[in-house]
């Protein structure tokens, strides 16, 4: 059986219920250079993807789950484009509480959500692609065992300059 506990760490599905925090966390201009989102999400979009968070990842090439500690939500963990064939994702972490940045905790719910991948899903590697200025999220995936293999130059436009991107992955066999 997998368990999706580490300590005060859990991950959960996405509920209804979560709509109020997607909101929040979504539409934080402070994290949309992590994501590269460039405008914010309505009400309406997010109650329909909340519909959909229940499908498998097979079905919709991405799986998305809460962090909480204890029995808090703090972040959000996803795997997006999902790839059956090729046993791959990428992957993404949000700590969205502050007040929990910063604690280890991303850390404890990335190494939960890989274990979960590759012994659910059978995955044989996940990947990130983190802008080069993101020190934290670099230090974060190379703390997990995440290598770097190459790089994108200028690659993304973070207001009048342009930043390039890192490219990182973790296979299975590595761990």
Do not use: T
């Amino acid at each position: 059986m997998i368990k999706l506990r580490k300590d005060e760490i859990h991950l959960r599905p996405l509920e209804p219920e979560d709509l109020s925090l997607l909101l929040a966390w979504e539409n934080d201009p402070a994290f949309w250079s992590a994501s590269q989102q460039r405008m914010p999400h309505s009400q309406y979009l997010l109650k329909q993807y909340l519909k959909q968070a229940g499908e498998s990842p097979y079905q919709s090439g991405q799986l998305r789950l809460v962090i909480c500690k204890d029995d808090e939500s703090i972040g959000l963990v996803d795997c997006f484009d999902f790839d059956a064939d090729h046993l791959r994702g990428g992957i993404g972490i949000l700590i969205g509480k502050q007040s929990e940045s910063g604690k280890g905790y991303a850390q404890k719910a990335l190494k939960l959500f890989i274990d979960y991948l590759f012994q659910s899903f059978n995955l044989r590697q996940v990947y990130a692609g983190i802008a080069l200025n993101n020190e934290a999220s670099i230090a974060l995936f190379e703390k997990v065992g995440f290598k770097k293999y190459g790089e994108r130059k200028q690659w993304y436009r973070q207001g009048d300059s342009f930043v390039d991107e890192c490219l990182f992955q973790l296979l299975k066999e590595d761990l």
